[in-house]
């Protein structure tokens, strides 16, 4: 697939590049981000380049996954994604730099995500299905989904690693068919 951008009233949603290298790196140090996100420990600005160079012209291409750099007035504010695509469904994943949480930029973004996700091919990828996980406790990305309208479907006990270490993993879904409104969650109500 070739890669495209997609926009929001506020933000303009962009696949990575070489110039993002040094704002994913630096995004990539914060603890939080750490704790909550797959990635490697120490992150080094080598990992930063590989990931806005060679892995994201991969994935695209390979239709694995669409990754897009979230900017806010022209800043990196975070990267959300559609990833292990196949088969008709995918994962959302997403974080945000700390100086742009909790201003509803992350659902603004996620939510232009979903609208592509779900829109037929060839305006959108015509998904039946997005599901949505976070390890236990990752309580501001369960409201973020919550708010787009993920239906909490559970805990796996010990269902996730995170650099060798097992954790619980909170798992949601959401249907194309379903209404995006925002419902009830046990771990959040």
Known sequence: MEKLSLATANLELVPPAPDDAEAVF????????????PIPVPYLREHALE?????????WAEGTENTWTIRSAGALAGVVGLYR??????DLGYWMASDFRGRGLLTEACNAVLDFAF??????????????????????SARV?????????????LGAALRGQLRDDWA?????SDDRAP??????D
């Open 26 to 37: 630096a995004a990539c140090q914060d603890p939080e981000i750490q704790n909550w996100v």
């Open 51 to 59: 990931y806005v160079t060679s892995h994201t012209d991969t994935t």
């Open 85 to 90: 695509i196949a088969n008709g469904s995918a």
């Open 119 to 140: 829109a037929p091919v060839p305006e959108g990828l015509g998904l039946a299905r997005v599901g949505w996980n976070a390890y236990a406790g990752n309580l501001g």
């Open 145 to 157: 989904a919550q708010k787009l309208g993920f239906r909490f479907e559970g805990t796996a006990r």
């Open 172 to 176: 949601a879904g959401l249907l194309a």
């Open 183 to 188: 419902g009830p969650w046990a771990i959040l």
